[in-house]
């Protein structure tokens, strides 16, 4: 296997989850089917979040807002978790949600703002401002 790949993986999954109590993907997968789950993680992981054509926060809030205007609330916190950690301001994620009613809708944004909200306070760091 390739080694160089296993460690870009490892380092892109401790940047973006760190921290990050809820199952993880990559653990759901895992216990499932051991090997798809390292080669899901792998792709992911390593090849498409470890790319470095765009910054790593700027495909965080790319994330948030697909997830928004999908209506994906748990794969939604979990991107927040990694947009935080990646250092997108907790006023950024809130303006990338409102940048989704155009497209996805106030219940999808509202929503998707919760979710933000929830992040927030179990990191300690809500209210703003």
């Not at 990050?20 to 216990?31: A, C, I, M, N, R």
């Not at 703002?113 to 809500?126: A, C």
Request: with cysteine; net charge neutral; glycine share 6%.
């Amino acid at each position: 296997m390739d080694k160089e790949l296993i460690e870009k993986t490892k380092k892109t999954a401790e940047l973006y989850f760190r921290g990050v109590t809820d199952e993880k993907p990559y653990d759901l997968w895992k216990s499932f089917d051991r090997e798809l789950a390292a080669d899901l993680s792998l792709f992911i992981t390593g090849k498409m979040y470890a790319r470095e054509k765009i910054p790593h926060p700027t495909r965080q809030l790319i994330a948030v807002s697909c997830l928004t205007v999908l209506q994906r609330p748990e794969e939604l916190k979990l991107h927040i978790e990694a947009a935080i950690n990646v250092g997108c301001r907790p006023e950024e994620i809130a303006e990338a949600i409102f940048q989704t009613i155009i497209y996805g809708g106030a219940p999808s944004a509202n929503t998707a703002l919760k979710t933000l909200r929830q992040v927030l306070q179990e990191r300690g760091m809500w209210p703003l401002g």
